[in-house]
């Protein structure tokens, strides 16, 4: 039994390992294919949130913050760089006037549609290039079980259950 903890332990490390060396790859790669258009990758995730056809009316910066899981200071931010660079606005929502309305602006729409979103696709071409459909799709499904465990984490849980995955 303590072997068998041994050696899950051990996989864990690895995945957690791997999992850390794909984000800090993603930011590098990710950034340099969109680098002509002036994004990073935070960006990127900025502007595809905003994208979305469900938030064509823009996002609350708490409810941005929530959907990207970042804090609201760090997302300020990029925001703001966003911002200045002309790609979003944000003003008091009307609905709430202290709450802040974030919305892409025409032309960001247009550098995000036509020029960033062209380099993305092939850049997940590439990145993805000897994954099947199949292959896309469980390591999605893995993924969100992971995500759903260190939100439960986040979220003052101890990620234990009552069940054993080690007991026979």
């Not at 969100?144 to 995955?165: F, R, T, V, Y």
Request: proline share 2%; aromatic share 6%.
């Amino acid at each position: 039994m303590d072997q068998a903890h041994e050696m899950r332990t051990e996989l864990a490390n690895r995945l957690f390992f791997r999992l850390y060396q794909c984000a800090n790859m993603l930011h590098k790669t990710g950034s340099r294919a969109i680098e002509e258009e002036g994004l990073t990758t935070q960006q990127w995730a900025v502007l595809g949130a905003l994208s979305r056809p469900q938030v064509d009316g823009g996002m609350k910066l708490g409810d941005l913050a929530r959907y990207l899981m970042v804090s609201r200071q760090n997302l300020s931010g990029v925001i703001g760089r966003l911002e200045r660079a002309g790609h979003l606005v944000s003003a008091a929502d009307p609905a709430d006037r202290r709450s802040r309305l974030i919305q892409m602006t025409d032309n960001g729409r247009r550098v995000w549609q036509h020029f960033a979103l062209p380099k993305i696709r092939g850049y997940y071409d590439l990145a993805l290039k000897d994954f099947s459909t199949n292959d896309i799709v469980h390591t999605v499904h893995y993924l969100l079980k992971i995500l759903d465990n260190m939100q439960a984490l986040d979220e003052g849980g101890d990620g234990e259950s009552d069940i054993d995955p080690l007991a026979d």
